[in-house]
């Protein structure tokens, strides 16, 4: 077969990791078929089989296949359960997930490939447009994930697939994190969200998700937050509990309310009660722009400008808006509640805790200065230094790119793939492994482009605790830890984004033989594909 355009790569054994392995499978590779097939894309499909179970058949007669495979060749790659035993944790860990997409990657003769699993269903609209041959080499290509109920019609036409996943949403994982949704997609509170979900108000684009601070609940925005409000009352209040975040470049944050063509600024300093009379907005939508926002937390990617603590609707009108302090209490109060924060995450959050601390740009100047002095003998031994020009030199910022949910969806140019060396071959569970690829590709010269709407990967749920999800996150952590596995934490992916970020060029994890290709594995392919 000449060449294709696109490799789509996935590893996977037959033991039903996650339940209804097969059934799942066998969704994604009906869908890409019957998507080349359609839109005519010249394809293969490399499907890594590593570590066969004994006992069970093979992938390939495992599935069912098409007598008219149409541009799509299938090929499939064993890996023995002789070179799997390599490995230090193979007792545990019967499928290393990156290093048999590396084994797929190695072998693909695509111009671009794309590493995704076994369990995803593609959008018409997506597959249109690989199919306009138009990807750009100096590209990395990303896309949200929408998680779909596992009842999709095994029976039912490709199009018939598509509306259920479209129809049937639990969770959508964007770049700014994972959020619950509605069965047709839209947004809907969480259990333990900053507003109540009868409240009638339903955060849009630009909030994250929500989190706990000791008992209080809380919301991160960026420098533009959308809010929509379920009310026909028009004499009701929008009524806010509100602090700058850690973004603002200075001790006030200059917030603008903006509705239609009715605005309002404001100056926040600090924790406030905001008041907004709902007769201000011209229709449900309500818009909050932080401007001047654009400091990150450190070494956390995002810019986060403004924490909303609670959000609710008041029956009784307001003459125009409001911004009243929290009273002398609120400080101490804070202070106890972020300690009660920090020992929460500790204490629940699994191996693996992301904080997120804000910190005044005077605090941040003393802590800089503290740290690059080497500490209290540093200073001492060396006399205190001004805080100006404390960063090393070229330091910067990490780009916020979108990580989350990128082992479906990650494609690329071969070339670059190959200039890579592919994903980390650590002998560790594989979590997080791609989002480190992501970076060096990021910095590596295939900037991170984003594939929006009505573009979409479905991904079929599974078993809770067999792969990361919010609700199953502590699940799946004990699991990794009852298996004496360990995996790349979060601070260290971020730590090595940096050190990239800083000098503008991507970090290289394997060898020249990455891959597996040091040795020959046994190759089947399916049917003959049909030339383009």
Same mark, same amino acid.
């Given at each position: ?43 293969? !499909?490399?499907i890594? @089989?590593?570590?066969? /179970? ?7 007669? $495992? ?9 799509c060749? &299938? *090929? ?21 997930q990156?290093?048999?997409?590396? %084994?797929?990657?190695?072998?693909a ?16 609209? !997506?597959?249109?447009? !690989? ?9 990395m290509?990303?896309?949200d ?6 009842? %999709? ?12 996943? *479209? ?20 947004? %809907?509170?969480?259990?333990?969200? %900053? ?17 706990r ?12 937050? @959308?809010?929509? &409000? ?19 470049? =200075? ?5 603008e309310?903006?509705?239609?063509? +009715?605005?309002?600024?404001i100056?926040? *300093? ?67 509640? +972020?300690?009660?924060?920090? &020992? ?16 005044? /740009?005077?605090?941040? *100047?003393? !802590?800089?200065? #503290? ?6 003998? =540093?200073m ?5 230094r001004?805080?100006t ?23 690329? $140019?071969?070339?670059k ?40 990967? #479905? ?7 067999s792969?990361w999800t919010? @609700? ?47 040795? +020959? ?12």
């Amino acid at each position: 077969m000449q060449n294709p355009y696109l490799s789509l790569v996935v590893t996977a054994r037959n033991d039903d990791h996650g339940g209804n392995l097969l059934g799942r499978m066998q969704l994604f590779t009906d869908g890409w078929i019957a998507q080349a097939r359609r839109y005519r894309i010249p394809s293969e !499909l490399i499907i890594v @089989e590593w570590n066969p /179970p004994d006992g069970r058949p093979a992938l390939k007669d $495992a599935l069912r296949w098409p007598e008219d495979l149409g541009p799509c060749e &299938v *090929r499939f790659v064993e890996v023995p359960p002789e070179l799997h035993r390599r490995y230090a944790h193979a007792e545990a860990l019967p499928l290393y997930q990156m290093i048999g997409k590396n %084994v797929g990657i190695r072998r693909a003769r695509g111009e671009f490939i794309l590493a995704t699993n076994i369990d995803i269903l593609f959008s018409n609209e !997506l597959a249109e447009f !690989l199919a306009r041959r138009q990807l750009d080499p100096k590209r990395m290509y990303r896309i949200d994930r929408h998680d779909a109920m596992s009842d %999709v019609p095994a029976g039912g036409s490709l199009d018939e697939q598509l509306e259920y996943c *479209r129809t049937h949403l639990i969770r959508i994982n964007r770049r700014e994190g994972t959020f619950s949704t509605a069965p047709d997609g839209s947004a %809907v509170l969480h259990s333990s969200d %900053v507003a109540d979900v009868d409240s009638g108000i339903v955060f849009g684009p630009g909030w994250l998700p929500p989190e706990r601070l000791g008992r209080s609940r809380f919301r991160w925005a960026f420098d533009r937050a @959308e809010l929509v &409000v379920n009310d026909n009352q028009p004499g009701s209040t929008l009524v806010f509990d509100i602090e700058p975040g850690p973004g603002v470049g =200075g001790p006030v944050l200059d917030l603008e309310i903006v509705s239609g063509n +009715a605005s309002r600024r404001i100056s926040l *300093r600090r924790r406030s009660r905001l008041r907004i009379p709902r007769a201000m907005f011209a229709d449900s939508r309500l818009v909050f722009r932080s401007n001047g926002c654009r400091t990150p937390a450190g070494a956390d990617p995002r810019v986060l400008c403004l924490r909303v603590f609670h959000a609710r609707l008041d029956r009784k009108p307001t003459a125009g808006v409001k911004l009243k302090p929290i009273g002398p209490i609120g400080r101490a109060a804070n202070a106890w509640r +972020a300690f009660q924060y920090l &020992v929460t995450k500790l204490a629940h959050g699994g191996p693996l805790v992301p904080v997120t601390i804000p910190v005044s /740009p005077r605090m941040a *100047r003393l !802590l800089r200065m #503290y740290v690059n002095a080497g500490g209290v003998t =540093g200073m001492l031994r060396h006399g205190v230094r001004t805080a100006t020009g404390m960063s090393p030199p070229g330091a910067g910022g990490i780009d916020f790119i979108h990580c989350n949910g990128c082992g479906d969806f990650t494609l690329l $140019a071969r070339e670059k793939w190959f200039d890579l060396r592919g994903y980390p071959e650590f002998d560790v569970f594989s979590m997080n492994l791609d989002s480190i690829f992501c970076f060096a590709a990021h910095y590596g010269g295939a900037r991170e482009e984003t594939l929006l709407e009505p573009m979409r990967i #479905y991904h079929i749920e599974h078993g809770t605790g067999s792969g990361w999800t919010p @609700e199953g996150q502590s699940q799946l952590f004990d699991r990794i830890a009852a298996k004496g596995l360990t995996f790349v934490a979060n601070d260290e992916v971020l730590a090595w984004a940096a050190q990239m970020a800083r000098l503008q060029s991507p970090m290289i994890f394997n060898h020249e033989n990455w891959g597996l290709s040091d040795f +020959a594995l046994r190759e089947t392919v399916v049917g003959t594909p049909v030339k383009v």
